[in-house]
């Protein structure tokens, strides 16, 4: 079946250390996001990326970095700059047209500071 | 960005029909409303989106006023399993194609027996 696959589902991180979140996708959207969800709140934009080797800064890129070197994967990763990483990350992706053109969403994954 | 205005919290009977609104009065002329939902520790799920014409899918209806300055979705027959938080968005057009949606804190629907 199409869609969008993150991984992992949880994930835990030590202070200093930088990890990468993935998110593959096989429904050949050219444009991906990074989301961030906290507790009660609604979803930030990271990242987003329209084309292969070409991404652009959210409204909350710093302490994130992001790759897009294959159309189907849009890797992020939280850096020890980001002070406060726990959160829920969900990825999405979607045509890029001249119309509009609906996001589906992964099913997340939730990062923790051991 | 087009702010959206949404009761925290609503409760339906299941069986009926849940209607959710939203308040967009800042939205512009070319921007979509959307609509998703999310069940706890899921990503969202779409649902429907219009620009000022009434829209019907299989999951429901979305209702513009002439205005476009507030829209409901509406769940036909809702059941236990709609149970989520709905969330209403104005998207925003990112250059280059794909849009940005702002997420605010949503509706949580509550379906009751």
């Known amino acids: 079946d199409g869609g969008i696959t993150q991984s992992p589902k949880y994930l835990f991180r030590k202070e200093g250390q930088n990890v990468t979140l993935s998110c593959e996708q096989n429904?050949?959207?050219?444009?991906m996001y990074w989301y961030r969800q906290d507790p009660g709140q609604g979803l930030r934009l990271i990242y987003y990326?329209?084309?292969?080797?070409?991404?652009q800064k959210g409204d909350i890129a710093e302490g994130y970095s992001v790759s897009r070197e294959k159309k189907e994967s849009f890797p992020l990763t939280v850096t020890s700059a980001q002070k406060n990483p726990t959160a829920f990350y969900l990825c999405?992706?979607?045509?890029?047209?001249?119309?509009?053109?609906?996001?589906?969403f992964g099913d997340g994954t939730r990062l923790s500071i051991l | 960005d087009a702010k959206t205005t949404q009761p925290p919290s609503m409760d339906c009977a299941e069986g009926r029909a849940a209607n959710l609104p939203c308040n967009h009065s800042t939205i512009s002329g070319n921007e979509y409303v959307y609509w998703y939902r999310q069940i706890h520790s899921q990503g969202p799920q779409y649902i429907i989106h219009?620009?000022?014409n009434n829209e019907t899918n299989e999951m429901a209806s979305l209702i513009i006023t002439e205005d476009r300055k507030s829209s409901t979705l509406i769940l036909p027959h809702a059941t236990l399993r709609d149970t989520a938080v709905y969330y209403c968005?104005?998207?925003?057009?990112?250059?280059?194609?794909?849009?940005?949606?702002?997420f605010g804190t949503g509706t949580q629907l509550k379906v009751e027996l």
């Open positions: 999405a992706s979607s045509i890029v047209s001249a119309g509009d053109q609906p996001q589906h």
């Open positions: 429904l050949n959207h050219d444009a």
């Open positions: 968005i104005v998207r925003v057009g990112l250059t280059g194609g794909g849009n940005k949606l702002t």
């Open positions: 990326s329209q084309i292969v080797n070409d991404f």
């Open positions: 219009g620009l000022k």
